[in-house]
């Protein structure tokens, strides 16, 4: 078994966990996060299918967007507007990210330096908002109940410690393709601990109705 089936099914059992937690949360805006893990899977596993028969630069789009896009969005929209509850921030991190979209329709090679630079950039800042908030109420003290502690330690892991590969994505493909190859498994390795850590959210996380 590759990583890359080993990622598949972790996305497919926070999905799954997501549609079995999702009578439960109907009433709270966390319903939406198991919306967004159903179609986070089915957009991956539609790549998963079909990737041996598409080009590298239709996948380059695909990715770039639609699936990037959304996970950015998405989780603005959970940071800012649902966690922070600041409407401001939301619609300024929205703007910040959207208006680097249509760069990448412009010229495909520079994709991951800004669009997805830029957007882990704002997710990162919303992290350490999220960090000082929880210090300052003393949620830290009770991380096993705080959905948003299991988030944030899968969007570090992921967006935040894969930011090298996708930012310098082609130089270090073309001329260092050791790094690559090492940031590549640390992608593959942390894209499954992300759905991981989203599951344990489920299972252990409290959610708020507002």
């Known amino acids: ?51 041996d028969q598409i080009s590298s630069s239709i996948k380059q789009i695909y990715f770039g967007v639609f699936v990037f896009p959304f996970q950015f969005m998405f989780l603005i929209w959970l940071y800012a507007m649902k966690s922070l509850k600041n409407k401001k921030l939301f619609i300024v991190c929205t703007i910040l990210y959207v208006v680097t979209i249509p760069f990448y329709l412009e010229n495909i090679n520079p994709l991951f330096t800004i669009n997805y630079a830029v957007g882990t950039t704002i997710i990162a800042f919303l992290v350490v908002m999220e960090f000082i908030k929880q210090l300052k109420n003393d949620d830290i003290l009770k991380f096993k109940e705080n959905k948003m502690f299991y988030i944030n330690i899968g969007v570090i892991l992921f967006f935040v410690g894969n930011f090298p590969l996708f930012a310098f994505y082609y130089t270090l493909y073309c001329d260092y393709v050791e790094i690559w190859n090492f940031c590549f498994l640390y992608f593959r390795i942390t894209s499954s601990l992300l759905y991981l850590l989203f599951i344990a959210s489920f299972i252990w996380g409290k959610h708020q109705t507002s």
């Open 1 to 51: 078994m590759e990583l890359v089936d080993v990622l598949i099914g972790a996305e497919f059992l926070a999905a799954l966990i997501g549609i079995i937690y999702f009578k439960r949360l109907k009433n709270s805006y966390w319903k939406w996060f198991s919306v967004y893990l159903v179609i986070i899977f089915i957009s991956e596993f539609f790549w998963y299918l079909f990737a």
